[in-house]
């Protein structure tokens, strides 16, 4: 029953902003960890962001500086605020949740949102 949805991707040119949203629904009260993740085309995925139930977040190396996460628990949504980007960050974004704690800026995820495309051209 728990849904995770995303949405805010788009096109953007190279140094441009975005922000992403994600809805939670269900029975979430118990994540230990939320966060972000992204797949380029024919790559594996991998996080990006994550921020825990104490709020501590953490950051790929790639995007520290230039994307924040963080939370609205009153409107059960997750955001990622993409700054600076850059033609690398080209990729197909998932929010993410996980009943155990966040490891760095990854996570034991139990549940996946459908992905919102993320294209950046230079």
């Known amino acids: 029953q728990v849904k995770l949805e995303e949405s805010g991707g788009g096109s953007v040119q190279s140094g441009g902003s975005l922000r992403l949203s994600c809805q939670v629904s269900g029975n979430t009260y118990s994540f230990g960890c939320m966060g972000w993740f992204h797949q380029p085309p024919g790559k594996e995925r991998e996080g990006v962001a994550t921020?825990?139930?104490?709020?501590?977040?953490s950051y790929a190396d790639s995007v520290k500086g230039r994307f924040t996460i963080s939370q609205d628990t009153a409107k059960n949504t997750l955001y990622l605020q993409m700054n600076s980007l850059k033609p690398e960050d080209t990729a197909m974004y998932y929010c993410a949740a996980a009943y155990d704690y966040c490891s760095g800026p990854s996570a034991p995820v139990d549940y996946w949102g459908q992905g919102t495309q993320v294209t950046v051209s230079s």
């Open positions: 921020i825990d139930v104490d709020g501590r977040i």
